[in-house]
């Protein structure tokens, strides 16, 4: 099992940045992908950015040169940088890990959701 906790949402203005933090703990050993979904008032949840360790990373279009994910295995937290922030970037962001059991099949874990709500 994995746990998530999320932390860095908030209020910011149009054009301003903010960074999530997600530290993932528990049996870590096996974490395979990590990444950000995002959820906004009456529309279904949809992939902000991946990043697979020993392939690369993957990025929305509506994100893409604006977020930036990365991780720090050390710590076992990847964070996301978001700049140029747009209202339309208002969302509850979910971290997501996937790891590989011991029976060989993914399994995914969620983080409790941390608002972040732009000002325009």
């Known amino acids: 099992q994995v746990q998530l906790v999320e932390s860095g949402g908030g209020l910011v203005q149009a054009g301003g940045s903010l960074k999530l933090s997600c530290a993932a703990s528990g049996d870590t050993s096996n974490i395979n992908a990590l990444g950000w979904y995002r959820q906004a008032p009456g529309k279904l949840r949809e992939l902000v950015a991946t990043t697979t360790r020993g392939s690369g990373t993957n990025y929305a279009p509506s994100v893409m040169g604006r977020f930036t994910i990365f991780e720090d295995m050390g710590k076992n937290t990847v964070y996301l940088q978001m700049n140029s922030l747009k209202s339309e970037d208002t969302a509850v962001y979910y971290c997501?890990?996937?790891?590989?059991?011991?029976?060989?099949?993914?399994?995914?874990?969620w983080g409790q959701g941390t608002q972040v709500t732009v000002s325009s």
């Open positions: 997501w890990v996937e790891d590989i059991g011991i029976d060989w099949q993914p399994h995914e874990y």
